[in-house]
């Protein structure tokens, strides 16, 4: 069964900064595209960021310039470097992996709890 889990969330203050990881196991994790999501109280899950099998890499405009994802396939973990957080960042993460192709399965993990809060 795929597994992904997530870590590193936790309480911050305003300008603070957070790392995320998600250490997945049972997928082919090199052909996954894995993101990050996020869903604060009363509001729709949303795109963070995004990282393709190649490298590639996708940011929502709310998070440019502050966020950074990355990608350890040696280690099947993804990472969600957060700097300058802000108390809008306040949500539940959750670590995503696609395998975008039929067949392949598109995966979520539980979330991780990230509170921006003086």
């Known amino acids: 069964q795929v597994q992904l889990v997530e870590s590193g969330g936790g309480l911050v203050q305003p300008g603070g900064s957070l790392r995320l990881s998600c250490a997945a196991s049972r997928i082919i994790f090199s052909i996954y595209t894995m993101g990050w999501y996020r869903q604060a109280p009363g509001k729709q899950r949303e795109l963070v960021a995004t990282t393709r099998s190649g490298g590639s890499t996708n940011y929502a405009d709310s998070v440019k310039g502050r966020f950074t994802i990355s990608r350890d396939n040696a280690k099947n973990t993804v990472y969600l470097q957060m700097n300058s957080l802000k108390p809008e960042d306040t949500a539940v993460y959750y670590c995503?992996?696609?395998?975008?192709?039929?067949?392949?399965?598109?995966?979520w993990g539980q979330g991780t709890q990230v509170t921006v809060s003086s």
């Open positions: 995503n992996a696609d395998g975008v192709r039929p067949g392949r399965g598109n995966y």
